[in-house]
């Protein structure tokens, strides 16, 4: 390094490409067939209609929301409106000046967290979680300076992630863990009993847990209590510990109310981490403007907008999931709106160099035009096994039209396909 070169924090160099990165590679000199329209199933962006009160509420509050820093902390009735929320989607009462923040999309805040949670001076710090997985996390997990730890999810139960496997060495030097329910891109939940374990293994190894909840609102059931994604702060209540100790969740408006560009969410929890999270956020300087604040106090406020949401999404993936099924292994998940795919096995000895996902990825693009993310860009691999390999990942988010005629495209792509030899 020269003598003059910046100064770099060495811990940049070891965060990976993010799955969209590979993909543009795995694109590279690909000429997608120009017979037909691109449709992308890759990004898991909304792309149902903001409501048109949320907007209201943006515009209304232009006027007097820029002319002063907001408190870290948020307003107070914005905090009371998360709270609300909780009660009556969860049944868990928290106390909104202790236990709650809001948080600019729950993205920077799982970011943040590990930076509030993780003593890195302390040997081994390692962070759990689910293999494959939402990419902050492990980013989060080394940028903190921590080791990450991966645990596959398992195909034979519904890809229920295996926490069983982790060794018990593990666990005496987990400082976090991630959990994802509904997951992303697997849209498992986890049960009660499965929370009952984690709150065990958290008790006995004093670790915190951060369960990212920002699928809850998406699910295939009817819109009654029992269908509803089961949350960590329930689980929690429901097995006696409601001070939520040890334990925050993650909840955002970004895919509940179509408002990816909006940047909104909140945390809530354990009263003493949600203490430590303030004042690392207040140094970090993250509070959420004004404007935004009152755009999501209206949000989570209304639910009509947020069952609009999930019968457009019910129609969807009750018409796309059994076509595909069809041709590919596939079934509804427990919630989310990702379907996670296992591509027939011919994929794998297609292109040299490349996995099964990766060659049914990059021939759909040549052949129909449609975009999906192999499953190995959103997984790593542990012991020579990457458990996204041979799957891919479909966003179900266009448009019912869309997705179907990308479905019918994905059928007939792989009814000819044939080995090449
Ligand atoms: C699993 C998961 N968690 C968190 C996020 C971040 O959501 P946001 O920052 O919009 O709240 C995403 C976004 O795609 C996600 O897939």
Excluded at 89 to 96: A, I, M
Excluded at 282 to 288: K, N
């Amino acid at each position: 390094m020269p003598d003059n070169a910046a100064p770099m924090n060495p811990k940049l160099s070891l965060l990976q490409p993010y799955p969209f990165e590979r993909l543009r590679q795995l694109f590279a000199g690909v000429t997608p067939n120009p017979a037909f329209s691109p449709i992308s199933l890759g990004i898991g962006e909304p792309r149902h209609a903001a409501p048109a009160f949320l907007k209201a509420a943006l515009a209304g509050a232009l006027d007097s929301g820029l002319s002063n820093y907001p408190a870290t902390a948020g307003e107070p009735a914005l905090r009371q409106a998360c709270a609300d929320w909780l009660q009556r989607r969860y049944r868990v009462l928290l106390d909104p000046n202790r236990q709650l923040l809001p948080v600019n999309g729950t993205r920077e805040a799982l970011f943040a967290v590990a930076q509030t949670v993780i003593d890195s001076a302390r040997p081994g710090a390692t962070v759990v979680f689910p293999n494959p997985f939402y990419q902050i996390y492990e980013g989060a997990a080394l940028l903190a300076g921590a080791q990450p730890f991966y645990v596959a999810s398992d195909p034979a139960r519904r890809f229920a992630t295996a926490w069983e496997r982790v060794p018990a060495a593990v666990w005496a030097r987990t400082q976090l863990l991630y959990a994802c329910s509904p997951g992303n891109p697997t849209g498992a939940v986890m049960p009660l009993s499965e929370w009952a374990d984690l709150f065990d293994l958290s008790d006995q190894h004093g670790f915190v847990i951060a369960s990212d909840e920002c699928y809850s609102e998406i699910y295939f059931g009817t819109d009654d209590a029992g269908a509803a994604p089961l949350g960590a702060l329930q689980a929690a209540q429901q097995l006696g510990r409601s001070d939520f100790k040890n334990l925050l969740t993650f909840s955002s408006l970004s895919k509940r109310s179509n408002v990816p560009g909006l940047r909104s969410g909140f945390v809530a929890g354990d009263a003493a981490l949600i203490q430590a999270f303030l004042l690392y956020r207040t140094y970090h300087g993250s509070a959420m403007s004004p404007v935004v604040q009152a755009a999501s106090r209206a949000a989570w406020g209304d639910e009509a907008h947020v069952q609009d949401n999930r019968r457009l999404y019910r129609e969807k993936f009750s018409q796309v999931t059994p076509l595909l099924a069809q041709v590919l292994d596939v079934a509804l998940p427990d919630a989310s709106f990702y379907l996670w795919a296992g591509v027939p096995a011919l994929f794998a000895a297609r292109w040299p160099g490349l996995s099964a996902d990766e060659a049914f990825a990059r021939d759909l693009l040549a052949q129909y035009n449609v975009t999906v993310l192999p499953g190995s860009y959103l997984a790593r691999e542990v012991d020579g096994h990457n458990p996204g390999r041979g799957r891919v990942r479909m966003a179900l988010v266009a448009h019912p039209a869309e997705c179907l005629q990308a479905a019918g495209r994905i059928v007939r792509f792989c009814e000819s396909a044939a080995p090449l030899n």
